[in-house]
RNA sequence: GGGUGCUUAGCUCAGCUGGAAGAGCAUCUCGUUUACACCGAGAGGGUCGGGAGUUCGAACCUCUCAGCGCCUACCA
């Protein structure tokens, strides 16, 4: 028996775990049919979810368990990514605690710590995706530090490198001076502030009287300055190019250069230029040979070079305005809104800083990339987002990979006496290379840096099947079917792993990227904290079930859009759950079990043919709508069937069958109820796992779990089963309007007539009179035949019937005159669209055969209408 | 600067290839009927941001104006 409550709390764990132990998310190998498989966006290790999380990972199973339930060999492949900078920075914030730092502990053991860290803390995450009922193959977890994933990591690198796609130059990269690494250009965020810009002089060597004016947002940089240049173009100070002047404070000579850079509109026309940190100043220096001077320590403090050496960048400008005020070189300071760079981590602001890094030569690896997309071979899902993509593909910069961490794969690179470099798979055969190449043995330096996170991410599609290794799994199910993704993370990863998968593998990682949205606040606001308007997933979950939040997230994802987050909403699938909860009550004890070999084609009564057209409907709408990644068509038409027409219709309708006493009518329609709700489960499925499959387990007589359920195919109905059903349905609509507009109490029985109606609808009157008595609450329905209307009778008009109620008592004639006079205007202002559109003859002679007469049969109906309303009206005009 | 998206009922949003404006929540009225008050019945509420055009027909296509947002580059 089922309880008396929906109470998800009682079940939705107890499933979880006996799915898992049943081995019910691994891949069915002896499917015949195609595969599906999914890799999962792999969270940080480090992370708890989030509702971002929530919403991705929710779309994922629905889509895993809908083609499990179509019989493929479905693959939903899970696992964590080692987030090294934010793993690293966790670790360290914890030895913090105890007072150490990395340093204290050394490379070997800090990253024990982290591994310690990660057997201890790291598997936050996969409990929560459990609570959410993602349906993951757990025994093929992975993790992007694992030995395999490893392996994989360093074979690719060595093959780009020995393809000299990977490569190692000394240029300007984004330094954080927080981790003191490099960062990729996508890890910096620009912010807006209100800055100043600096006025100031420099002094000509040939004449220190005479100066040439620099306007800067950053003085302290200037003693790396190795030149200032001028537009050739510049009519004022184009007589200065070639002379030289003298850098202030450190009175060191720099060549006043002509360069395009400088435009003469801007500040003061003439821009110093530090190529060792600015992006554009590099670009300057490189062009002009110039030399290029590094002024900060890798913490961004200012170094030897400068007479500020140790002191902050801040701490360095206002010395050097001091410095420049005292010397009558400073002229002016003024507001400035600019744009400051800050590491996406560590919040610090990110300086441009000279070292050697390493390089992925991204813009060749795009190539092929962008191919995969122009012909289809991968598609977006929506479409829309190939622009996207494009735009960044073909403007993509090469990709620094090196990073200044301990956390992470640490690059295949060793170095000879002479730093010759060798890239070999392991230390062995570096150390043979080595060997033979210097003709003895040598001693090898091995490389320190690590890679970027994304490196390792971006072959997640292949090395998570067991690639390098020609496995059974990446045979099964590479390509993978869809990757499901925020935009967001289109440049980070969706295009790393179509580059890094087309070089290595020839294929695309994925053959649909279906892109989702941010989960924002109520209000439609980013989430973060720092606001402090973010909502913990599961909190959710405990306050409403994880069923109530999965069904909200697809009932809201609608493609290209964000979605905000909705307490009220999430209630209201919590209500639905209880819905679903008490209609299976409902057929619980009334007996439904579902019948095995239940024929549709034998079924006999109205009702249940009725009902029945309707769920097929229903799940063939499920079924298009999902795929086409349709989630919120395919969620709301499941609710619109369940709520709206299963408990809100047919369960009242069939009451009177269960509360008779035919025996054959109460087996038949016991049979088809079951036959319903046994078809509600399996297309609600993929959507409420969990409910569905307590409700199934109490109440289903197949002998199948639920989560394998065959998904069924639409069965073929017939269009005209539903017609009676509907006609008593808009004739009950009709007399419950009428008894609520006149105030009659819902527990008056009436005797309701019925007058010039059509034979076949007297034929349903006839038919269906038991029925749409109980539901319209009337004690007889009847016709009228001729007798003339008396003066207590109130009237509507249905369809073709118009019904008629004699009240006990006075009828407010004004009020039905006003209700009949409404109804005849907006019959007569349809009718007058109708009779413009059907007398245009270039409508009748262009629109579509069936448009026309489609609005021919609207006007024919709305005339019968017209008419009964007319005689309605005519009958009381003298009351 | 370049790219891209949005503007539909009080609120949050659907509306897929152009063919009679929808949902949820909120509001109002009625109802403790034997699955369910986490409920039922009924009702009100929109000239689809403004303007122009294409079309027999536009919320949907084109142009334009206004407002909001996101991504991206740059600003000495």
């Given at each position: 028996m089922l309880e008396k409550n929906y109470n998800p709390k009682e079940f939705e764990e107890k499933i979880y775990e006996k799915w898992e132990n049943n081995g019910d998310f691994k891949p069915d190998m002896k499917s015949d049919k195609d595969a599906f498989s999914i890799v999962i966006p792999p969270p940080n290790v480090t992370g708890v979810l989030h509702m971002g999380h929530a919403l991705d990972n929710t779309l994922q199973d629905i889509l895993i368990r809908y083609n499990r339930m179509l019989g493929k060999k479905v693959l939903w492949q899970p696992g964590t990514d080692h987030a090294g900078i934010a793993t690293q920075m966790v670790v360290e914030r914890n030895l913090a605690k105890e007072g150490l730092t990395r340093h204290d502990l050394g490379?070997?053991?800090?990253?024990?710590?982290?591994?310690?860290?990660?057997?201890?803390?790291g598997g936050t995450i996969c409990r929560q995706l459990r609570r959410l009922g993602a349906s993951c193959d757990w025994s093929?977890?992975?993790?992007?530090?694992?030995?395999?994933?490893s392996h994989a990591v360093r074979k690719i690198f060595v093959s780009l490198y020995k393809d000299g796609l990977i490569y190692k130059a000394k240029k300007l990269v984004n330094w954080d001076p927080a981790l003191e690494t490099a960062v990729s250009d996508l890890e910096v965020v620009q912010k807006e502030t209100l800055g100043k810009m600096y006025y100031y002089k420099y002094p000509l060597k040939d004449n220190q009287n005479e100066f040439i004016h620099i306007a800067t947002t950053r003085p302290e940089t200037m003693f790396g300055d190795t030149a200032v240049a001028v537009s050739k173009d510049n009519k004022k100070l184009s007589h200065l190019i070639g002379k030289t002047c003298i850098i202030p404070i450190i009175n060191r000579e720099i060549p006043i250069i002509a360069d395009d850079h400088a435009d003469p509109e801007k500040g003061t026309g003439a821009v110093k230029i530090t190529p060792a940190h600015d992006f554009n100043d590099f670009e300057v220096g490189k062009r002009h040979n110039l030399p290029m001077i590094n002024i900060l320590n890798p913490n961004a403090t200012l170094n030897e070079n400068t007479p500020y050496n140790g002191m902050t960048t801040q701490e360095a400008r206002v010395k050097t305005i001091d410095e420049l005020t005292r010397l009558g070189l400073m002229e002016k300071i003024e507001d400035h809104p600019m744009v400051i760079p800050y590491g996406d981590r560590s919040g610090v602001v990110i300086e441009p800083y000279m070292t050697d890094q390493w390089f992925v030569d991204a813009p060749k690896l795009a190539v092929e990339a962008r191919r995969a997309v122009n012909d289809k071979e991968m598609v977006f899902v929506p479409q829309a987002y190939e622009k996207t993509y494009f735009e960044w593909m073909n403007n993509i910069q090469p990709w620094c990979i090196s990073r200044q961490l301990w956390w992470g794969h640490q690059m295949p690179i060793w170095y000879g006496p002479d730093e010759t470099i060798f890239c070999e798979e392991t230390e062995e055969k570096a150390q043979e290379a080595a060997d033979k190449h210097y003709g003895k043995h040598v001693d090898l330096r091995r490389e320190t840096d690590v890679l970027d996170t994304w490196f390792s991410s971006g072959l997640w599609a292949f090395s998570t099947l067991g690639w390098p290794e020609n496995t059974e799994a990446l045979k099964t199910f590479y390509p993978t079917s869809v990757l499901v993704t925020g935009f967001d993370i289109i440049f980070f990863w969706v295009a790393r792993m179509m580059m890094m998968s087309m070089y290595m593998m020839k294929r695309v990682p994925f053959k649909?990227?279906?892109?989702?949205?941010?989960?924002?606040?109520?209000?439609?606001?980013?989430?973060?904290k720092s606001k402090g308007n973010t909502v913990d997933p599961m909190e959710t979950i405990e306050k409403y079930g994880a069923d109530a939040l999965r069904f909200f997230m697809a009932a809201s994802e609608t493609q290209g859009r964000d979605i905000n987050l909705s307490d009220s909403r999430i209630q209201g699938y919590r209500n639905f759950a209880t819905k679903l909860w008490n209609a299976s009550r409902f057929c619980e004890m009334n007996e439904c079990y579902s019948?095995?070999?239940?024929?549709i084609s034998s079924v006999k009564l109205e009702i249940n043919k009725w009902i029945i057209a309707k769920v097929n409907e229903a799940t063939k709408e499920v079924t298009d709508n999902l795929n086409n990644y349709r989630f919120s068509d395919a969620a709301n038409a499941v609710y619109q069937f369940v709520w709206g027409t299963f408990c809100d219709w047919y369960i009242e309708l069939i009451k009177p069958i269960f509360y008779g006493d035919n025996s054959q009518e109460i087996t038949e329609t016991r049979a088809a109820a079951a036959y319903v709700l046994d078809r509600i489960l399996v297309i609600l499925h993929p959507f409420m796992p969990f409910v569905t499959t307590e409700l199934w387990n109490n109440l289903a007589t197949r002998n199948v779990d639920l989560i394998k359920a065959p998904w069924p195919q639409a069965d073929r109905v017939n269009e005209n089963d539903k017609n009676e059903i509907d006609w008593a349905i808009d004739f009950i609509g009709a007399v419950r309007s009428l008894r609520s507009s006149m105030n009659l109490p819902a527990g008056a029985k009436l005797h309701a007539f019925v007058k010039d109606v059509n034979p076949e609808s007297l034929t349903i009157i006839n038919k269906q009179n038991k029925l749409i008595c109980n539901l319209a609450r009337l004690e007889e329905l009847s016709l009228l035949a001729d007798k003339p209307i008396s003066k207590d009778m109130v009237q509507t008009v249905s369809r073709d019937a118009v019904i008629l109620i004699p009240l006990k008592g006075i009828v407010d004639f004004d009020a039905e005159r006003s209700r009949l006079q409404k109804e005849l205007d907006t019959l007569n202002k349809n009718l007058e669209g109708y009779a413009r559109k059907l007398s245009n003859e270039s409508f009748v002679a262009k629109a579509p055969a069936a448009v026309v007469e489609e609005e021919k049969r609207r006007q024919s109906e709305a005339l019968e209408n017209k008419e009964k309303v007319e005689a309605a009206l005519a009958r009381i005009a003298n009351f």
């Open positions: 490379r070997e053991k800090f990253i024990e710590r982290v591994w310690e860290w990660k057997k201890q803390s093929r977890e992975r993790f992007t530090m694992d030995e395999g994933l649909k990227c279906y892109i989702h949205g941010l989960v924002r606040d109520e209000q439609g606001r980013k989430m973060s019948v095995k070999d239940f024929d």
